[in-house]
Nanobody
Framework: QVQLVESGGGLVQSGGSLRLSCAGS????????VGWFRQAPGKEREFVAA????????SYAESVKGRFTISRDNARNTVYLQMNTLKLEDTAVYYC??????????????????WGQGTQVTVSS
């Protein structure tokens, strides 16, 4: 098993940037693909980005493509989500999740086995 803790959320103005971190512990972090998901009040949980074991494969939601970048540093047991040009609609609780997967990443939340508690991102006008 692996435990995940998100950090880096906060309040930022529209057009600004934030970098979220997902720190893993308890297991071999390099053995997990990691995804970021978000959920805004009254909305469904949605896929944001995901990265494979060593970063060879990445995937992004169309709504964030070109603005967000996912990366990982397995030596530090951390996955990052760099969020640039933030928009009001990016406001949500952001969760990281992990699964034992080799190859192309999953964009489906149901395939992920381990989840963090989330970090709030609020974008203001």
């Amino acid at each position: 098993q692996v435990q995940l803790v998100e950090s880096g959320g906060g309040l930022v103005q529209s057009g600004g940037s934030l970098r979220l971190s997902c720190a893993g512990s308890g297991g071999s972090f390099s053995g997990y693909a990691v995804g970021w998901f978000r959920q805004a009040p009254g909305k469904e949980r949605e896929f944001v980005a995901a990265i494979s074991l060593r970063g060879s494969y990445t995937s992004y939601a169309e709504s964030v493509k070109g603005r967000f970048t996912i990366s990982r540093d397995n030596a530090r047991n951390t996955v990052y989500l760099q969020m640039n040009t933030l928009k009001l609609e990016d406001t949500a609780v952001y969760y990281c999740a992990a699964e034992r997967r080799i190859g192309a990443v999953s964009t489906v939340p149901g395939t992920y086995d381990y989840w963090g508690q989330g970090t709030q991102v609020t974008v203001s006008s």
